[in-house]
T-cell receptor
């Protein structure tokens, strides 16, 4: 499979716990994006990497959120001290340069 | 900031009928992209429009970019059950991130 992959596909956690998601982009894509999608809404931009550099973070990304892309390959998104409001689908996309291809997403449920 | 609005939010269509969904931006767009998300799935890229007044067709789907590059439309002819899903338009406020509309969710009556 040469598409964008994300792991895990589903995550259920208790409020206050930390969670980490992984995204593996299409191999030749140097741009990687994280979005969050809630029910009935379109994806909302969270952050963007060009190679290993994180070039923009949305105001939606509070201090509890951190993203990394070491070596410009896969990326991780960590949420610390999860809150019920963090429950959503977290989507990763990659592009080279413009058209963004989305992964299957990680559905997070915070109890 | 840029806002992308889509109407209608829901479209209930009789199989075989045509329908159109519309996308409007508060600012001029360099390009507009359309995605389809099936129930339980993730957004899948359909097409990108770049030029003012551009029209592109994919089988029964016709995409149009407005002359002012602030609006776009998607017209589907002879709707089929495979057309079920949510159609999103998205415009880039800069050269990388996308601002998505809330989508038009399409259901089809057989």
């Amino acid at each position: 499979d040469t598409g964008v992959s994300q792991d895990p596909r589903h995550k259920i956690t208790k409020r206050g716990q930390n969670v980490t998601f992984r995204c593996d982009p299409i191999s030749e894509h140097n741009r990687l994006y994280w979005y969050r999608q809630t029910l009935g809404q379109g994806p909302e931009f969270l952050t963007y990497f060009q190679n290993e550099a994180q070039l923009e973070k949305s105001r939606l990304l509070s201090d509890r959120f951190s993203a990394e892309r070491p070596k410009g390959s896969f990326s991780t998104l960590e949420i610390q001290r999860t809150e019920q409001g963090d429950s959503a689908m977290y989507l990763c996309a990659s592009s080279s340069p413009d058209t963004q291809y989305f992964g299957p997403g990680t559905r997070l449920t915070v109890l | 900031g840029q806002q992308v609005m889509q109407i209608p939010q829901y479209q209930h269509v009789q199989e075989g009928e045509d329908f159109t969904t519309y996308c409007n931006s508060s600012t001029t767009l360099s390009n507009i992209q359309w995605y389809k998300q099936r129930p339980g799935g993730h957004p899948v890229f359909l097409i990108q429009l770049v030029k003012s007044g551009e029209v592109k067709k994919q089988k029964r789907l016709t995409f149009q970019f407005g002359e002012a590059k602030k609006n776009s439309s998607l017209h589907i002819t002879a709707t089929q059950t495979t057309d079920v899903g949510t159609y999103f338009c998205a415009g880039p406020p800069n050269d990388y991130k996308l601002s998505f509309g809330a989508g038009t969710t399409v259901t089809v009556r057989a």
